[in-house]
């Protein structure tokens, strides 16, 4: 049985699975009746960070147009342009073993792709979540559906993977910002070209 959160909750991963290496994160959503005038293209993200919050290079931010963490140990299984159908819109996969020492948490967030000028935000986003599971064994570990009202946001942190100790644990975050995916980068301090 998976751990439902709340926003909020931290949860360890790695205690009750010893031996726990290979994980999928899985997000998804459905989009609101609205009429904007656009389809709806939602963006799921990895930001790789330090001890300070932020990301020490651009290629500590894996998206559609960085789909492999140097180091293999984040990838971003590609972008999903419609978010129709039921189950995972996107999926991150995560290979703790291979996380540098220098990175101590793992930041999943989802933007709306040119959220301005389709005149679109999370306010017209439904039944939005985060799931871990267990690659090798296919069993889900957490899920945290963020049952929020955002309004105005366009970019969302869903949750954060972190190392405590030799621990890995999950933190719901559910935290919406303004500005979309460059206010996420100028969060997390990544370069945007």
Same mark, same amino acid.
């Given at each position: 049985m998976p751990v439902n959160l709340q926003k909020g909750?931290?949860?360890?991963?790695?205690?009750?699975?010893?031996?726990?290496?290979?994980?999928?994160?899985?997000? /998804?959503w459905d989009v609101n009746q609205f009429d904007t005038g656009g389809a709806f293209d939602l963006d799921a993200a990895a930001f790789l960070l330090g001890d300070?919050?932020?990301?020490?290079?651009s290629e500590d931010f894996?998206?559609?147009? *960085?789909?492999?963490?140097?180091?293999?140990?984040?990838?971003?299984?590609?972008? *999903?342009?419609t978010g129709a159908g039921d189950g995972d819109d996107e999926q991150i996969k995560v290979?703790?073993?291979?996380?540098?020492?220098?990175?101590?948490k793992i930041a999943f967030t989802v933007t709306i792709y040119e959220a301005?000028? =389709? =005149?679109? *935000?999370? /306010?017209?986003?439904? *039944?939005?979540?985060? =799931?871990?599971?267990?690659?090798?064994?296919g069993e889900e570990l957490v899920r945290y559906d963020l049952g929020e009202d955002f309004s105005i946001e366009t970019a969302v942190v869903f949750g954060e993977l972190y190392k405590n100790g030799n621990e890995w644990k999950f933190n719901a975050i559910g935290c919406g910002y303004q500005g979309g995916l460059a206010a996420l980068c100028a969060n997390y301090g990544v370069e945007v070209g």
């Open positions: 909750q931290k949860v360890s991963l790695t205690k009750g699975n010893p031996g726990l290496s290979k994980v999928v994160v899985g997000l /998804g300070n919050g932020k990301a020490s290079m894996v998206f559609y147009g *960085n789909l492999m963490h140097p180091t293999g140990c984040v990838q971003h299984l590609g972008d *999903n342009l290979d703790l073993s291979k996380v540098p020492a220098d990175i101590t301005e000028q =389709r =005149r679109q *935000n999370f /306010g017209q986003v439904s *039944n939005a979540f985060i =799931r871990i599971y267990n690659e090798e064994n």
